[in-house]
């Protein structure tokens, strides 16, 4: 049974929507560059560009700015919509905006999305049966954020066969594969951080092992005076001791980075002073080392921060 698909023509009123200056940052690939993250305004997502689908359906918008940029045009929206990227939890949330179906909810309508990593076509799962009862199910349990090199990895999936209980043939329905390359994530610079440095590098690495423990050295901004305590790491008192807010001269860790400990994160934590209750935290990371079977000729060195999540992003 042939189901046409509906068509959402236009996204609402025109006019044209400027984002905040405080989205301007966009976290690059390379992973000494880090900030702080600050929450973003109430409404406002962190994810700017597209995803693509393989059915046919068009693209899927994550953000206002991303439909009026790259958006098949001429019409221009203000209504505001945005998507989030929890890098911390590697969770969705917000609303995004498919041309041919309409509404992609990641967790504003439907917050069990949220846990479930799952979206959603808000009008296809308003109306199944206008639609050829193909399943309004996002599964994004395979896509994650990659801080090296920077981008969005794995793909999504949504689709189904249609089908009233009566058709002789089902036929396949859906957006298909979702692949999420073209979205990036934008990080919003803010006042509050903790910069930390294992003798003065923030990524620090030896081929050969042992690195002799390394000088610890940390800044911070905008922190409540005394909350600083150490989330990870060879740091001295180990975890959960108090550091002060800053320390120009640095200690020595606690011990060598050797091949028994690497790789390493030295992770410090300190409460946020315009949230209390709430942290910002910075990171160091240490390594030595090849891997044991790299490729005959090759070096294959032992990155610390491959899968890791660099916490002194505070998602919001």
């Known amino acids: 049974m042939k189901i046409s698909m509906k068509k959402v023509y236009s ?6 929507l400027v984002f905040s200056s405080a989205l301007v940052m966009l976290f690059t690939n390379k992973p000494t560059d880090v900030y702080a993250q600050c929450t973003a305004e109430s409404g ?61 909810d990641f967790g504003e309508v439907n917050a069990a999305n949220i846990p479930a990593k799952t979206a959603e076509f808000e009008s296809i799962k308003a109306d199944q049966a206008g639609w050829g009862y193909w399943d309004p199910t996002v599964y994004l349990e395979d896509v994650s954020y990659v801080t090296d ?9 949504n689709g189904d066969f249609t089908s009233d209980g009566n058709a002789t043939v089902d036929e396949p329905v859906g957006a298909g594969l979702i692949d999420f390359s073209n979205v990036q994530i934008i990080e ?17 690495y030896q081929s050969n092992c042992s690195i002799s423990a390394p000088t610890i050295r940390w ?9 600083c305590e150490v989330d990870a790491g060879l740091w001295q008192g180990g ?24 790789p390493q994160v030295f992770r ?31 070096t294959c060195v032992i990155d610390p921060t491959t899968g890791v999540v660099i916490p002194v992003f505070k998602e919001v």
């Open 44 to 104: 406002i997502g962190n994810l700017y560009g597209y995803a693509t689908t393989s059915n046919g359906i068009g693209n899927i918008y994550m953000s206002t700015d991303s439909w009026n940029d790259f958006g098949p045009g001429p019409t221009v929206s203000s209504p505001n919509f945005s998507v989030s990227y929890d890098r911390q939890t590697e969770t969705w949330s917000g609303r995004g905006w498919n041309e041919n179906v309409g509404w992609v």
């Open 11 to 16: 996204l609402g009123i025109v006019g044209a």
């Open 239 to 262: 975890i959960g001791a108090s550091k002060a807010d800053s320390n120009y001269s640095g200690e020595s860790a606690s011990g060598a980075i050797t091949t028994s400990n690497t």
């Open 149 to 157: 090199p920077g981008e969005f990895v794995g793909i999504g999936y």
């Open 268 to 298: 410090l934590k300190c409460e946020r002073q315009s949230s209390p209750g709430n942290y910002v935290y910075g990171s160091a990371f240490a390594s030595c080392g090849e891997i044991a079977d790299c490729p005959p000729g090759e």
């Open 188 to 204: 919003s610079p803010c006042d509050e951080y903790v910069d930390v440095t294992l003798n003065n590098v923030n990524v620090l």
């Open 219 to 227: 800044t911070t901004t905008g922190v409540v005076p005394n909350s």
